[in-house]
């Protein structure tokens, strides 16, 4: 591996980059896809204003927590002019975390901010070079151009956005579409079109990707919602459409109120069953390619109508109420703990937080269309060399809450109970160590497992940074969980799988604007039937490297070896905006990833990336209408941004 890199040596992107991917890698459990990365894009063409944002809209950021939010905020009215890097000192800011206060805000005087004007174009082609079956035996109906393009334009308090994508085997070029038209001068705002909306702590109602279990131990516990915001995804699930304002009023010097509503109507995709003329299942993978896909799109209606209410006081009280009703066009027969359950209903949902000098505790109760239960509380201490954290769960078996989140051990809010407590010991600015325990189970049995599944996930983390230039990490981390295995070709069996990994990085910078970063995980799988047993290992090495003033070149090269997908290591890609994967890497094999970024002219930045996996002893990869002959998988993307601001 060194050899190759040596040879190679015109590589990779900026320490920005590697900033992102090291936040999103953080907040993001590896068996997931990675969080939303609109937050982060936006708000560096968009920085917030640290003299006149809300604690709330900062702690959007990943990484930063909202207790880290008011301090930063209160900092800043004490001393105006104080720079991020005393900041991050005074309150034990990760190195990751200054640098997005660097890339995402400003500080300036409120008169002082130029009137906001501009646009950006972003157009993007995806190939890949080998043929999967799914064209071979004409399963897909369209051509093999993965084509997507995103326009946004602003002036003043008011921004434009439209977005059309087509995946690669999609008959039509905006198989999926999306826009928006907003108007936000600070205290009112105006939605026209697609948005969402997060209030509370996510039960009811969050956006599309949430921080996750991960070595950001501290800020995912408590968060509270932004209210609504535009929608900048190609999910085709996760958002409404229709139109949704917001208005802060000044009930006195130390008291305000949010008041949020929004009207939804749009179809979404599902299984309809025609026998009962009920929907058996939504439809959540955004293809359409081949008939079933497509015969999926669009059968159901949905009618949404939501309000918030948020009562804020300066002394660190916030009071709120959500209620959202959900009409659907057919009744909504599934088992999945995303499907609304019925037809029509109202959700509800009563939250409240509480600051008292370095300490915040935060609750909320949420209630279904069908009375089900669902509550969360959060505590979070915040000392200059020590943050502590403690959060409680209960949901009930059959809550349904299609738009919510918690943060726990399963994807969506539904059938689990747990608690859940994080240390963050920050003794200097060099050293950082970090510790999650969470222990869980459901409330009846699950979907995969027929049976109570119970668990333990244990997580540890060193950070060591001798200089700013230089990082070293180890991570540790043990889950043990109830699945299902099949024994010996007779009935499903309940039992305990465990799985250990081990996580040794370096990340340094060798000389300016050429940055070395090298990882290499081990890990173990084991149940108690013997059924999955396994191990893994696996090494990459990337170079990241400002060539020229416009010139930006990177690449990645990866070994792996495990013994099933069970002991599968992820490892997470970001290598242009707008776009970032987690590759699940199992089997024998090695992956390469090679990235330019150009920038011919002020207003103008092009990227190219290939990515090429190879595995061993194997002749084909994939799986159903994905599968290619063969033992490579390669694909290219190119993506061009105008811009004027």
């Known amino acids: 591996m060194i050899i190759i890199f040596l040879t190679i040596r015109s590589v990779f992107y900026a320490q920005e980059e590697i900033t992102i991917e090291n936040l999103i890698e953080?907040?993001?459990?590896?068996?997931?896809?990675?969080?939303?990365?609109?937050?982060?894009?936006?708000?560096?063409?968009?920085?917030?204003?640290?003299?006149?944002?809300?604690?709330?809209?900062?702690?959007?950021?990943?990484?930063?927590?909202l207790m880290n939010a008011q301090i930063i905020l209160k900092l800043v009215k004490d001393d105006p002019k104080i720079k991020n890097h005393k900041i991050a000192d005074l309150i034990g800011l990760s190195p990751e975390g200054e640098i997005l206060l660097d890339i995402c805000t400003v500080n300036r005087e409120v008169k002082e901010v130029k009137t906001r004007q501009g646009f950006n174009s972003r157009s993007r082609l995806r190939n890949r070079f080998e043929d999967v079956r799914g064209f071979s035996n004409e399963r897909y109906i369209g051509s093999k151009d993965d084509i997507y393009n995103r326009l946004i334009a602003y002036y003043s308090d008011f921004e434009i956005c439209g977005i059309t994508n087509k995946h690669s085997g999609e008959p039509n070029l905006n198989e999926f579409s999306s826009g928006y038209i907003k108007y936000d001068n600070g205290n009112s705002r105006l939605i026209v079109g697609d948005y969402f909306a997060d209030f509370g702590m996510g039960s009811l109602l969050w956006r599309q990707f949430a921080g996750r279990k991960g070595s950001e131990v501290i800020s995912p516990v408590i968060n509270l919602g932004n209210g609504i915001s535009p929608y900048r995804s190609t999910l085709d699930f996760a958002h409404f459409r229709g139109v949704s304002a917001q208005t802060i009023q000044n009930l006195s010097s130390s008291l305000s109120l949010r008041f949020s509503g929004f009207y939804s109507d749009r179809d979404k995709s599902a299984t309809l069953d025609d026998l009962t003329n009920e929907i058996s299942s939504m439809y959540l993978s955004g293809y359409y390619r081949t008939e079933n896909e497509i015969n999926k799109k669009n059968v159901v209606n949905e009618e949404a109508i939501g309000a918030n209410a948020e009562i804020k006081s300066s002394s660190g009280f916030t009071l709120g109420f959500t209620g959202l009703r959900l009409n659907y066009s057919h009744i909504i027969n599934s088992k999945s703990s995303i499907a609304f359950s019925g037809k029509e209903g109202n959700l509800l949902s009563g939250y409240s937080t509480f600051q008292f000098d370095k300490n915040l505790l935060a609750?909320?109760?949420?209630?279904?269309?069908?009375?089900?239960?669902?509550?969360?509380?959060?505590?979070?201490?915040?000392?200059?060399?020590?943050?502590?954290?403690?959060?409680?769960?209960?949901?009930?078996?059959?809550?349904?809450?299609?738009?919510?989140?918690?943060?726990?051990?399963?994807?969506?809010?539904?059938?689990?109970?747990?608690?859940?407590?994080?240390?963050?010991?920050?003794?200097?600015?060099?050293?950082?160590?970090?510790?999650?325990?969470?222990?869980?189970?459901?409330?009846?049995?699950?979907y995969t497992v027929p049976g109570i599944v119970r668990g333990l996930d244990l997580f540890s983390e060193i950070n060591y940074s001798p200089e700013r230039k230089s990082n070293y990490t180890i991570r540790i981390r043990r889950d043990s969980k109830s699945e299902a295995f099949t024994v010996d070709n007779s009935n499903r069996q309940i039992g305990m799988g465990i799985k250990n990994s081990v996580r040794?990085?370096?990340?340094?910078?060798?000389?300016?604007?050429?940055?070395?970063?090298?990882?290499?995980?081990?890990?173990?799988?084991?149940?108690?039937?013997?059924?999955?047993?396994?191990?893994?290992?696996?090494?990459?090495?990337?170079?990241?490297?400002?060539?020229?003033?416009?010139?930006?070149?990177?690449?990645?090269?990866?070994?792996?070896?495990?013994?099933?997908?069970?002991?599968?290591?992820?490892?997470?890609?970001?290598?242009?905006?707008?776009?970032?994967?987690?590759?699940?890497?199992?089997?024998?094999?090695?992956?390469?990833?090679?990235?330019?970024e150009y920038m011919p002219a002020n207003f103008m930045k092009i990227y190219a990336n290939i990515f090429s996996t190879f595995k061993n002893d194997t002749d084909f990869l994939g799986t159903g209408n994905e599968i290619i002959d063969g033992n490579i998988d390669s694909r290219a993307i190119i993506q061009v941004e105008f811009f004027l601001k």
């Open 363 to 446: 609750t909320e109760l949420s209630f279904d269309a069908n009375s089900n239960r669902m509550l969360r509380a959060g505590y979070v201490r915040s000392d200059i060399n020590l943050d502590f954290a403690i959060s409680a769960r209960y949901i009930d078996q059959n809550f349904r809450s299609p738009y919510g989140y918690h943060f726990g051990e399963f994807s969506f809010p539904a059938n689990e109970q747990g608690l859940y407590a994080g240390i963050f010991i920050k003794p200097n600015r060099n050293l950082r160590i970090s510790f999650f325990g969470d222990i869980f189970s459901s409330i009846g049995r699950t």
């Open 26 to 65: 953080n907040i993001g459990e590896e068996t997931y896809s990675a969080p939303d990365l609109d937050i982060i894009e936006y708000y560096r063409d968009n920085p917030m204003n640290l003299r006149s944002v809300s604690a709330d809209e900062l702690a959007l950021l990943p990484g930063i927590s």
């Open 504 to 596: 040794i990085e370096h990340t340094r910078e060798i000389v300016k604007e050429l940055t070395l970063r090298i990882r290499a995980e081990y890990t173990d799988y084991k149940d108690e039937f013997s059924v999955r047993d396994g191990d893994g290992i696996m090494a990459f090495m990337d170079l990241k490297w400002n060539a020229l003033k416009n010139l930006k070149l990177g690449g990645r090269y990866t070994v792996f070896s495990t013994d099933n997908f069970s002991s599968a290591i992820y490892q997470y890609e970001y290598t242009m905006p707008g776009t970032m994967r987690t590759t699940a890497l199992f089997g024998s094999g090695s992956r390469i990833i090679l990235i330019a």
